[in-house]
């Protein structure tokens, strides 16, 4: 099949079309002020997505990497305490509890969610075991009840890694709901361009509730220092520049604007290939609403042909992940057998969504797929 236009897996310049002059000036602000460390921009971002987010602070910093590594140095977790991470996510997240000398356990996860299984967490608990940090991959949240439970009974931290669904809702009972981030001690969050709220560069921020705890993070991530050149605490610099903060501030207020257009975008998935049997679409839990950072979906039949023929009727897919995290050769762990993150490394496969998908594009992209002979 042909098409015309090139399809992307996500587009960030027809969505920056749209609010070119909305951004184009608060850039220039930020310019015109010269203030690109810290400045006024920064601040207020920070208090808007606070708002959004109802919580009592939100810290920005240089990545969602940083944020949860400084996430990690301000519960203090020391070298040799085990920390709990679901196998099947991106490296950034083990990746920092190994560089602080600490110990990535992993579990495995839901094969439904594609998030951490809370009934493998007990088993991998130990005296060491000081935090749990939840992924809530693709756009939806981890299952938090029972986890939260697990930390009350072990006294074990929370970071939620929030790069993914930010906006997204946990449902803790009928009319009771919180944004995903907000349910931890701490939860984290990234701003890759490609991320649901997404700036010009790298962008991180934290998500705290507990005002020591923010007070103790906004140190850390500007050199430990309670004021200019008094360093109370080990830090790093790790700061959002004010630049992506003024692009920021623009484009949270489309943030639940962009979630719905994904929405759209995965309904129309669901609707078109329900009727294939040798795939299966991702599930929407009924404790998470699904921002849909990613629609991926799980094959049945062989992953590398499917994907030939995508390329060959130029529809890009991505696997996310190809291998589970305990697979990896720098965090390789013979021992572990956790089949349910194993198989979804060799099944899975991410369908091109994004906020400025047109009808013709997606009734091209079901076509093909319908119309693939496994
Ligand atoms: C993107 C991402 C990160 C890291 O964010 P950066 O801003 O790229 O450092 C961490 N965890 C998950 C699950 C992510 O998707």
Redesign the pocket.
């Known amino acids: 099949m042909n098409f015309m236009e090139k399809i992307t897996m996500v587009d960030l310049k027809g969505q920056y079309q749209k609010i070119k002059s909305e951004i184009d000036s608060a850039i220039q602000g930020v310019i015109d002020d010269a203030s690109f460390i810290k400045g006024k921009s920064v601040a207020d971002f920070e208090e808007s997505l606070k708002i959004y987010l109802d919580c009592h602070a939100v810290i920005g910093c240089g ?6 590594q400084i996430a990690m140095m301000a519960l203090e977790l020391k070298p040799g305490d085990e920390v709990i991470v679901p196998a099947f ?2 490296v ?2 083990a990746e920092v509890i190994a560089l602080l000398g600490l110990k990535p356990i992993f579990v495995d996860v839901d094969p439904d969610t594609f998030c951490i299984d809370p009934d493998k967490i007990e088993g991998s608990i130990s005296s060491h075991t000081r935090a749990i940090v939840p ?1 809530h ?1 693709y756009g939806q949240s981890a299952e938090m009840s029972p986890i939260l439970e697990l930390a009350k009974k072990y006294s074990l931290k929370i970071i939620e ?1 929030n ?2 669904a930010l906006g997204a809702n946990y449902q803790q009972g009928l009319d009771n709901y919180a944004k995903c981030g907000t349910i931890g001690d701490i939860g ?1 969050t ?3 361009p490609s ?1 649901n709220l997404g700036c010009f560069g ?3 921020a934290l998500i705290v509730n507990d005002q020591s705890l923010s007070k103790k993070i906004r140190m850390i991530a500007n050199h430990g220092q309670s004021k200019k050149y008094y360093h109370d605490l080990v830090g790093v610099n790790s700061r959002l520049d004010s630049i992506q903060a003024a692009v920021l501030n623009v484009k949270l207020k489309y943030l639940d604007e962009y979630a719905s257009a994904r929405q759209q975008v995965a309904d129309f998935y669901d609707d078109q290939l329900d009727q294939l049997s040798w795939l299966q679409g991702p599930t929407r839990s009924d404790f998470s609403t699904h921002v849909f ?1 990613q629609y991926t979906i799980k094959l049945k039949i062989d992953r590398d042909k499917f994907i030939e023929y995508m390329s060959a009727n130029s529809v890009p897919v991505q696997i996310y992940y190809p291998l589970p995290l305990h697979m990896q050769k720098a965090y390789f762990n013979d021992k572990l057998d956790l089949p349910v993150a194993t198989s979804l490394s060799d099944s899975v496969v991410s369908l091109p969504i994004h906020t400025e998908m047109k009808d013709e594009t997606l009734c091209y992209i079901t076509n093909v797929i319908k119309a693939y002979e496994p």
């Not at 990545?63 to 949860?68: E, I, S």
């Open positions: 990545n969602g990497t940083d944020a949860l996510t991106y950034a997240t992924v991959l890694d790069a993914q984290t990234s701003f890759f991320k790298d962008g991180g950072h």
